[in-house]
């Protein structure tokens, strides 16, 4: 099952142990080699400090919520060392430009879908520039495409094949 940033971006967090909301999603958290969501940022209504949702503390995405064990499942982001530096990195390749391999610019990322089975960024829903956009010509890039991430911007694979007897011999992307 696929869900986009955006529908991720409100979901209520719901306990089985009381079938009551115990947190609201704000924004995923994301390491950055490999754009695998390890966590989610949630805004607990009785607490002022967001708490982290673990990805393998979740036990199920519904479709209109997030369903954990109990509210045990979330917890203080200085708690978990291992993700510290990509809570103070703050990832998100929401509005990061995207260029080919050749250095030309494809436009800037507007959102993503997220496999909800390996948590992994599937695909990039890039739109183009001013012009672009006026004659509907936005992106949609997969994670196979990607060969590049950095904190300014996204390398992809340059679609664009010259000769068709080299369109077999594509390399292969180390985000596959």
Known sequence: MYSLRSTLAEQPVISLQTGQVVAQVTQPILEVSNLEVIAF???VPQDKRPLLLICRDIRQFAVDCIIVDDEDALTDPDDIVRIDTNLKNHYT???KPVIDDSGRKLGTV???SVNLE?????QLYVRGSFLRAL???NLIV????ITDITPTHITVR???VTDPLMQDS???TPLS
């Open 41 to 43: 940022l949630c805004r």
């Open 93 to 95: 390749p929401i509005g």
């Open 110 to 112: 507007e959102d993503y």
């Open 118 to 122: 390996t948590n992994r960024v599937q």
């Open 135 to 137: 004659m509907g010509s």
């Open 142 to 145: 997969d994670r196979t495409q």
């Open 158 to 160: 340059d679609t664009a």
């Open 170 to 172: 594509l390399p292969e």
